[in-house]
């Protein structure tokens, strides 16, 4: 055998072993969503194929969800070490949990996309008109959650909760059966639509607009992996790209979801994503600002709001629900405007 040959082939062997390392070096991570796949949570399924979390030594499962609060419960277990999920969740169960405090170290929807919905034709057009009906909602629905504190800000003291699946929601209005519903903004208005009801013939509460002036998703971590920085870091710098491959090409998003679940609706799930973007993530603040950080002032106001919604004994101090030390620098965060 030649001396090239033998080059050759120990070049070979030392890229399989290399190779080898490489895989063994991966370190395997559960992440799971707050709610299936749809096109608002694509960002992470394109990091996820573009293989930005391998790259950064992630082997990452991703699995859809059943509400915030059962991602916030999986991450508390330590069956999953990340989750997407509402920010406000998270001040509940850290409020009722001190010393076991989950983190949020990326927030994403910097104006929440919490709202209650009823149709024009049962006579509601103010918030108050809300006082004595039947709310229809999931008791995991992050907007039924908050609801009681958009209640005490519009002066509505009374409603009955008719308890819905998810899939019954949007049809029940629809049906009558109950006044109005909660729910996400980009599901619960895009849901009607799919049934046949036009956006002019819907009355649309969003908490945003009437006195709470609070966050909504993030990506949390549980207290384990918060020691270890270059996983989290890794994480958060990967889903970045995901996010920014996604704004700048939303059939990115929808082509990814879709390999997920072949029967979502293209055309529904682009509009989905595109209401998401517009008014959850692409923020005035967030233009300045990048992804993932938040306001200090505000985000100190919206948990004392939300300790208040769900009369928690104590309102948790924001290093104990938020932290930024994760994230990528600011540069790195910039979106498009």
Not at 125 to 154: C, I, T, Y
Not at 281 to 296: E, F, S
Not at 298 to 305: E, Y
Request: glycine content about 8%.
């Amino acid at each position: 055998m030649s001396k090239f040959a033998k080059w050759l082939g120990g070049a070979a062997a030392a890229a399989v072993v290399l190779a080898g390392l490489s895989a063994q070096a991966q370190t395997p991570i559960k992440f799971t969503l707050d709610w299936v796949f749809q096109g608002p949570t694509s960002p992470f399924l394109v990091a996820l194929e573009k293989g930005y979390y391998k790259a950064e030594g992630l082997d990452v499962t991703m699995d859809p969800g059943q509400g915030s609060a059962g991602a916030v419960q999986r991450v508390a277990t330590g069956a999953y070490q990340i989750g997407f999920a509402d920010v406000n969740t998270l001040i509940e169960y850290n409020a009722k949990n001190p010393g076991k405090e989950i983190l949020c170290v990326f927030m994403a929807y910097d104006f929440p996309p919490f709202g209650v919905y009823a149709l024009k034709k049962s006579g509601i057009k103010v918030p108050k008109d809300l006082e004595g009906k039947k709310l229809g909602a999931p008791v995991f629905d992050a907007s039924f959650r908050l609801f009681p504190a958009f209640a005490k800000k519009n002066g509505i003291t009374k409603w009955e909760h008719v308890n819905l699946t998810p899939q019954l929601r949007e049809q029940s209005l629809v049906q009558g059966t109950v006044d109005f519903i909660s729910g996400h903004y980009f599901s619960s208005m895009l849901d009607l639509k799919a049934r046949g009801v036009k956006f002019d013939d819907i009355v649309a509460f969003r908490y945003s607009d009437y006195g709470m002036d609070v966050y909504g998703n993030g990506i949390i971590i549980s207290p384990e992996l918060a020691k270890n920085e270059k996983v989290v870091k890794g994480f958060i710098a990967a889903t970045v790209k995901g996010w920014k491959d996604v704004i700048a090409d939303n059939k990115l998003g929808i082509a990814a979801a879709k390999k997920r679940d072949p029967l979502i609706d293209d055309a529904l799930e682009t509009e989905r994503l595109q209401l998401s973007l517009q008014t959850n993530i692409l923020t005035p603040w967030v233009k300045a600002n990048g992804m993932g950080d938040v306001d200090p002032a505000r985000f100190a106001r919206s948990i004392k709001d939300v300790a208040d919604a769900f009369n928690l004994p104590a309102a948790p101090a924001p290093d104990k629900v938020f932290t930024n030390q994760f994230l990528p620098p600011k540069a790195d965060r910039m979106v498009a405007k």
